[in-house]
């Protein structure tokens, strides 16, 4: 849906109005398209003293054909900042971070993008490196309220052994495809296939892998399935019977396949499972995108909304992802990505039903992840906050304002920005990447 006071905020008198009365002024978003590169400008790369991350950092940016520079020049701009804090290891080491990024912040580019990238605070070896790793997420997540203009700011925390597994999320989080996710932190481990999946095309880093999405026939599970067809899956889109129809009018257009069951059916897992092995002799990455609210207060709430919202969010995900486990019918490298919400994390009038769900979401992710490790599968999450799409314009008029603006970036997100997430955590390099629950919200303050 459009948002009329993003498009007002940009005309000349929408703009002397915004910044006279100090109204939110929501930046245009730079976003991805396949024939520009994938970072445009050069990116500035330092260390902190006793880091340990440089030459790998330089490797896989220069692989990935991203421009760098090692020390900051006069007036340059700069469309990215990395800083490797891996050697910051007591409180009085944090200066290094203000030291490289007070003097630099001016000069990045709007839209740009700022990485810090840490060790995971549960490995250090001494409580002084413990509580400075830490300390780097209060860091990011206020430059991410700061630096304004549509730029983002991450923390990547990197496991002793994951080093070779970072190249995915460095091309992720430099680049405009994660221009709505702001303020977050990602852990890469050291398990599964680090470094060694090779990908021919990389624009089509999906090239020859099955990807089913359920909830494809509109919304964010269509833009799932663009995108993970522009990188190359062939996609099975799955929905319901009422929305065959366009679930088969996209899939056509995508060259894939529909598989037209309501997930909540008993026998769903079993016809789902049946139909990827039929088909494809199993599945390569499988998104949990169907998902529905039946919003109430916990005292209004009837027992049939609380339950279908529930088994339909997580119960359906859960049973679906056992049976094609049970059957052996997740190939390795797999991935098995969910949809939370940011509703999941923070609560939400109105919503203990839905919230009770997406915060399942979280405990499904976290409960397999750790299970499917050695089975070379990864298991994450989205956590969307305010999307433009159908969903949200059954908000009231005020709640739906005050959610577009309660973030960094001062407006809702597009589903192409949760989409482009899904592909990053789906892409084959991102083997290193289990266990997270990335929000896509612009930074929401709900529940930062
Ligand atoms: N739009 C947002 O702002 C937002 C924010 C946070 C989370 N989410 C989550 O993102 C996901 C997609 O949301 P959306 O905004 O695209 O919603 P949407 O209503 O546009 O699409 C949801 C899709 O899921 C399908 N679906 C529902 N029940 C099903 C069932 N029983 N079996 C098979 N398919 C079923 C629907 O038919 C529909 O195609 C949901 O899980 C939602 O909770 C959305």
């Not at 067809?229 to 996209?250: C, E, M, S």
């Amino acid at each position: 849906m459009s948002d009329r006071y993003q498009a007002l905020a940009h005309t000349q008198v929408g703009k002397l109005v915004v910044k006279n009365l100090g109204l939110p002024n929501p930046p245009r978003l730079e976003r991805y398209t396949p024939d520009s590169a994938l970072v445009e400008g050069t990116v500035l790369v330092a260390a902190a003293p006793s880091s340990t991350l440089g030459d790998q950092l330089m490797a896989d940016l220069s692989a990935s054909g991203i421009s760098t520079a090692r020390s900051q020049v006069d007036g340059a701009t700069y469309r990215g900042l990395v800083l490797d804090a891996t050697g910051i290891d007591s409180t009085a080491g944090l200066g290094e971070v203000q030291a490289f990024f007070t003097p630099v912040l001016r000069s990045l580019a709007r839209s740009g993008r700022v990485l810090v990238i840490g060790t995971p605070p549960e490995n250090a070896a001494d409580d002084g490196r413990a509580i400075a790793q830490r300390a780097l997420e209060g860091v990011t997540r206020s430059l991410g309220k700061e630096v304004g203009r549509g730029a983002t700011v991450q923390l990547l925390y990197v496991a002793t052994g994951a080093e070779a597994g970072m190249r995915s999320t460095l091309d992720f989080f430099l680049s405009p495809k994660s221009a709505y996710v702001s303020g977050q932190v990602v852990r890469i481990g050291a398990s599964g296939t680090i470094g060694v999946a090779p990908v021919r095309d990389p624009l089509r880093p999906l090239d020859g892998k099955v990807a089913l999405v359920t909830g494809a026939s509109r919304g964010l599970g269509a833009a799932m399935a663009r995108t993970l067809h522009r990188d190359g899956a062939t996609v099975v889109g799955l929905d319901v019977p009422a929305l065959a129809g366009d679930l088969k009018a996209l899939l056509d257009e995508l060259d894939g396949e529909s598989l037209v069951l309501d997930i909540t059916a008993k026998d769903a897992p079993q016809r789902t499972a049946a139909y990827l092995s039929s088909h494809h002799g199993g599945v390569d990455v499988v998104v949990h995108n169907a998902g529905i609210t039946r919003d109430k207060r916990l005292q209004n709430m009837n027992p049939q909304n609380w339950d279908l919202v529930i088994d339909i969010n997580v119960g359906a995900p859960q049973r679906i992802t056992a049976e094609l486990l049970a059957q052996g019918l997740i190939r390795g490298n797999g991935r098995v990505l969910a949809v939370s919400s940011i509703a999941g994390i923070a609560g939400n009038n109105g919503q203990t039903n839905y919230a009770a769900s997406k915060a399942g979401v979280i405990g499904f992710v976290h409960d397999l992840a750790g299970r499917v490790a050695t089975d070379d599968i990864t298991v994450n999450a989205v956590a969307p906050g305010f999307i433009e799409t159908d969903m949200v314009k059954t908000i009231p008029l005020t709640v739906r304002e005050a959610g577009r603006r309660m973030n960094s970036m001062a407006q809702g997100g597009l589903p192409i920005d949760v989409a482009e997430t899904i592909a990053w955590l789906a892409h084959p390099g991102s083997s290193a990447v289990t266990g997270n629950v990335v929000r896509v919200c612009g930074q929401s303050l709900l529940g930062a």
